[in-house]
Nanobody
Framework: QVHLVESGGGLVQAGGSLRLSCAVSGRTFSSYAMGWFRQALGKEREFVAAITWSGNPTYYADFVKGRFTISRDNAKNTVYLQMNSLKPEDTAVYYC????????????????WGQGTQVTVSS
């Protein structure tokens, strides 16, 4: 397993942007698929985006396609989520996740999770 720490959340107006970061400890980071999930108050956790160990391909939930971009820097052991054109419905706690298997990760069954970072989008 790896240890994950998210950062970059905050309060932003609708239409604004935020970039989330997930710092990963562990020498095997480059072999892990990485992903972002979110959970809004009173709702179930849902998949947002994922990226393979090589950085390509990437996967997105339909509701963020064209607005969010996932990327990774294996030299820095960090994965990012650039969020543009934010909407109030994007308000949630965003979690970083890691797993050696991309399918397991996307299914939400990843082996490692961060503590989450709050994103609040005001209207």
């Amino acid at each position: 397993q790896v240890h994950l720490v998210e950062s970059g959340g905050g309060l932003v107006q609708a239409g604004g942007s935020l970039r989330l970061s997930c710092a990963v400890s562990g020498r095997t980071f480059s072999s892990y698929a990485m992903g972002w999930f979110r959970q809004a108050l009173g709702k179930e956790r849902e998949f947002v985006a994922a990226i393979t160990w090589s950085g390509n391909p990437t996967y997105y939930a339909d509701f963020v396609k064209g607005r969010f971009t996932i990327s990774r820097d294996n030299a820095k052991n960090t994965v990012y989520l650039q969020m543009n054109s934010l909407k109030p419905e994007d308000t949630a706690v965003y979690y970083c996740a890691a797993d050696p298997n991309r399918r397991t990760l996307v299914a939400g069954d990843g082996g490692s999770w961060g503590q989450g970072t709050q994103v609040t989008v005001s209207s």
